[in-house]
């Protein structure tokens, strides 16, 4: 794939050794809630069974919809859960191309299996090919069967391939807490800008590009229609490194879980990267977004149709229907706004010699996720203009209803004033000489008086 990058080449083996070495003892949780107790190994098992012996009652609830309780089963604040007597949620996700399955845990001490380092866990231990032992014995080494030559493969020094991405991780985080984003930004050398932009929720959505990472903030929404929270923003913090890509959220959400699944749906057809990673996650926030306006589609177009043609009796909740549908839509276009920018922005780096930046060919999915943003927002803005089209019309429906009712109560009172002038001169009359009282000329004859 035009990737072919050593393991020395991207990162120094004994200054990432060292650095996954802090991970030994930390980051466990201080509620002191209930922790599972690993079993006892296996003699005779790799790595990778101890991992699976270890982590069985927590792989995949999540991925295949079985157990766990969804994604908004641990919302902002779930990891005190355990303090409340109840069950702390799955906080960590760590998933590796090395792995057969997805390592759910509730914190990162509970991560590696029972005698694995984090080293081991994240750099990949693979027995060597052929090739790389007659490599090895070529350069001066020995066999495999050489301590020192064992030794090198047991601290990973020597992989069973030659890019450094085939062996991509990705560490899902949920509402992580300051002393393990400490833990976490010592580790893999994160900026405090970005530790900080991560702690505090930034909500601006952009990207920018460090020494050896670059970090995205994209912004999707809390998708449970049920939830009090629904359709209110959720911020994802993407920082993507050559070997693998850590992922933070504040509030459940079902973007990595999709992710996921897509991995292992098109694991037989493309590379997974890092780079791969962070597109993945981008896309699922876009097409997050497609039912949603499918939606409104169809409540524009029958709100369109309605206005004009539903009778007086009918139209009761119409104002209701267009207020409550152009919320939606000015919802939208506020999380859609800066999207466009950053995906444009992400693309850009592609085509520039950075070192960290994205590669080119993942400058075409991010083409195709920047023409779907785009065609959405002038979807919604055209959206917006057919409903401030209909709320006009709406009133002026009201308008003219309101005009004809006017009309018939002034044609009623023009013909009771007609009648009012011909009855109240004879009332006037009538009611004058008809009064028990002198009147002029009563007691004449003539008329000369008059």
């Known amino acids: 794939m035009g990737r072919q990058r050593k393991l020395s080449e991207s990162v120094a083996p004994g200054r990432y050794r060292r650095k996954l070495a802090l991970f030994e003892g930390a980051g466990d949780d201080d509620e002191g809630g209930p922790t599972r107790p690993p079993p006892e190994p296996t003699a005779g098992r790799t790595s990778f069974a101890t ?26 604040g779930g990891a005190a859960t355990g303090a409340a007597g109840g069950a702390r949620p799955y906080r960590f996700s760590f998933y590796s191309n090395a792995l057969p399955s997805t390592i759910h845990a ?15 866990l994240f750099v990949g231990r693979q027995e060597p090919s052929f090739e790389e032992e007659q490599s090895y014995r070529t350069s001066g080494g020995g066999t495999a069967q050489d301590p020192r030559m064992a030794d090198k493969l047991r601290t990973g020094l020597i992989r069973s391939d030659v890019d450094a991405e085939a062996n991509t991780w990705w560490l899902d985080v949920l509402c992580p807490t300051d002393a ?8 893999f050398g994160i900026h405090p800008l970005t530790t900080e932009d991560i702690q505090m929720e930034e909500t601006r959505e952009k990207i920018e590009l460090f020494r050896n990472y670059y970090f995205v903030c994209f912004r999707s929404f809390e998708q449970d229609p ?25 509030r459940g959400t079902p973007h990595p879980q999709n992710v996921r699944r897509r991995i292992k749906q098109l694991k037989d057809y493309i590379n997974v990267t890092s780079d791969w990673i962070s597109y993945a996650l981008i896309d699922d926030i876009t097409d997050a977004f ?33 207020g409550t549908c152009r919320k939606k839509v000015m919802g939208l276009l506020r999380l859609m706004g800066n999207k466009a920018d950053v995906v444009k922005g992400l693309s850009k780096r592609c085509n520039e010699n950075w070192s960290v930046a994205p590669k080119s060919d993942i400058g075409l999915y991010l083409s195709d996720i920047q023409d779907h943003i785009t065609t959405s927002t002038q979807n919604l803005t055209h959206y917006e203009k057919i409903l401030s089209r209909s709320h006009s019309n709406y009133l002026a429906q009201i308008s003219i ?3 004809d009712a006017n009309n018939q109560i002034n044609d009623v009172l023009s013909k009771l004033t007609a009648l ?31």
């Open 401 to 403: 209803e309101m005009t």
């Open 226 to 250: 049920y939830s009090p929270t629904y359709l209110e923003p959720l911020n994802m913090y993407i920082i993507v490194f050559r070997e693998g890509t850590l992922s933070f959220h504040f």
């Open 106 to 120: 509730r914190s990162l001490a509970e991560i590696p299996a029972e005698g694995q380092t984090f080293e081991e």
């Open 420 to 450: 009012g002038t011909v009855l109240i001169p004879m009332n006037l009359i009538t009611g004058l000489w008809g009064m028990n009282v002198h009147v002029p000329g009563q007691d004449v004859e003539n008329l000369h008086w008059f």
């Open 180 to 187: 393990e984003m400490k833990v976490l930004s010592k580790v």
């Open 290 to 322: 497609g039912p949603l306006i499918q939606n409104i589609e169809y409540e524009v177009d029958s709100i369109d149709e309605l206005v004009l043609i539903l009778k007086e009796a009918e139209q009761s909740d119409m104002l209701r229907r267009i």
């Open 51 to 76: 991992i699976l012996d270890t982590k069985t009652p927590l792989l995949d609830k999540r991925d295949t919809g079985a157990g766990g309780g969804g994604y908004g089963a641990a919302g902002r």
